[in-house]
């Protein structure tokens, strides 16, 4: 059993939800959790998770969007968060100085984090993390502004010395198609020197296929590839990997009377 703790189910490149969700159910990716990343797919988010009993939602708006952000949009994340049961997590929230460098954008992004760091301990609300050549500041917003409840390190691409502080504050880490990739070493000496238990899996679907559909859209079944790798290089049977990480999401999301939760 599989939990995909990062897909974009809302995506227009999928055009058969019923398709590629049961394509996925059929191979054991027993849930997903639909994230947003703007007001808009956010919504959309949502509209999903009510049509499929094996989806939640995340809602949030992404440090990329900051142009759209403005003083009404904590309170229209707040509605659609408390608009349903099945939102799980604000989210995907953080920094990402990839593609904007000026500091007044990063300082717009750093409000952003912060004020749906607020909205999520308001709602009692786990986060999901995206942060992009921007490790070392995420990592002190969160110290300065605690999670009560924590989250995901979403698509974590940094050290192993810094995937350990996010672990001590209480954050999973999540591996997806990149731990795949020939030239992941960093990832892959992550994954082999974290604890079990704070190990989530995702796809980031449809980007980031793993191996060997690299560069091909990612489908939401593509993640069994992922859990088969890593089963292999952490020498440990597929199973039971699929046991521990599956109960992992749960936990981190607070997925409760779930019919696929495993004790």
Known sequence: MIFDTHIHLNDEKYNDLNLVINEAKELGVN????IGYDLKSSKKAIEIATLFDNVFASVGIIPTE??????????????????SSKVKAIGEIGLD??????????EKQKKMFIEQINLANELDLPVSIH??????????????????????????????????EFIKLGYYIAFGGVLT?????????????IPLERIVFETDAPYLSP????GQINLPKYIVN???????????????????????????????????KLR
């Not at 849930?31 to 639909?34: G, T």
């Not at 100085?97 to 990063?106: A, L, Q």
């Not at 290089?233 to 997925?255: A, C, Q, R, Y």
């Open 66 to 83: 900051n142009k759209q952000y403005n003083d009404e949009s904590i309170n229209e994340l707040r509605n659609l968060a408390k608009s």
């Open 211 to 214: 191996s060997p559909f690299r």
């Open 181 to 193: 990739f020939k030239n992941s070493r960093v990832t892959k000496e992550v994954i082999l020197n």
């Open 131 to 164: 942060a992009r050549d921007s490790l070392n500041d995420t990592l002190n917003i969160l110290k300065e502004h605690k999670v009560n409840k924590a989250g995901i390190m979403h698509c974590y691409s940094g050290s192993l010395e810094l995937a350990k």
């Open 31 to 34: 849930a997903f959790l639909c």
């Open 226 to 260: 992922t859990v088969n790798f890593a089963s292999d290089l952490l020498n440990i049977d597929e199973k039971e990997l699929e046991k521990i990480v599956f109960n992992n999401s749960l936990n981190i999301l607070h997925v409760e009377n779930y019919e696929g």
């Open 97 to 106: 100085y990839y593609w904007e460098k000026e500091d007044n954008i990063k």
